[in-house]
């Protein structure tokens, strides 16, 4: 009985420390590749970003996707609002080889081309890496906030529902 009590035991243990690892073993430090593309629906002009390296970018382990990416493409949108003024949409590729985004670059850039779009280039744009910190975790409640009830009884101005 007692062999029974200590295995089950350390098997509690043993997965209460393999979920707190889990987060971080989630997310892996890898530096990566990337450009950006501002374009204005109101504006036929379409600005590309050079390619630089962004280091110790945090990448899902398996899926391959960037942590926070959408925050990139915000850097790049509020770096456009502040010098020009204007709202601009903003895309930001990435990848961690140069060659294959090297690719995409000049495919994207082709496409903007042939329909006619003013290309222009920004040199002076870096992105700042952003990293996975367990701080950036949301404890989520374990019951969704319950509606408010509708009170009892008739309705102002109304006939009680008939």
């Known amino acids: 009985m007692n062999r029974i009590i200590v295995v089950f035991l350390m098997l509690v243990a043993v997965c209460t420390s393999?979920?707190?690892?889990?987060?971080?073993?989630?997310?892996?430090?890898?530096d990566m590749y990337m450009f950006g593309v501002?374009?204005?629906?109101?504006?036929?002009?379409?600005?590309?970003?050079?390619?630089k390296q962004v280091p110790n970018t945090s990448v899902e382990r398996g899926s391959g996707f960037l942590y926070s990416r959408n925050n990139y493409s915000y850097q790049l949108q509020q770096y456009?609002?502040?010098t020009s003024g204007s709202n601009y949409t903003a895309v930001t590729c990435y990848n961690q080889k140069r060659t294959k985004l090297e690719k995409k670059y000049a495919k994207m850039r082709q496409k903007y081309q042939k329909k006619h779009f003013v290309v222009n280039y920004v040199h002076d744009f870096a992105y700042?890496?952003?990293?996975?910190?367990?701080?950036?975790?949301?404890?989520?409640?374990?019951?969704?906030?319950?509606?408010?009830?509708?009170?009892?009884?008739?309705?102002?101005?109304?006939n009680g529902g008939r």
């Open 18 to 30: 393999v979920c707190a690892q889990r987060n971080k073993q989630y997310f892996a430090p890898k």
């Open 38 to 51: 501002c374009f204005s629906a109101i504006d036929s002009t379409v600005y590309f970003t050079d390619i």
């Open 80 to 82: 456009f609002k502040s």
């Open 128 to 158: 700042n890496p952003i990293t996975y910190s367990e701080m950036d975790e949301v404890d989520l409640p374990a019951e969704e906030a319950k509606k408010p009830e509708s009170p009892k009884g008739p309705r102002p101005g109304g």
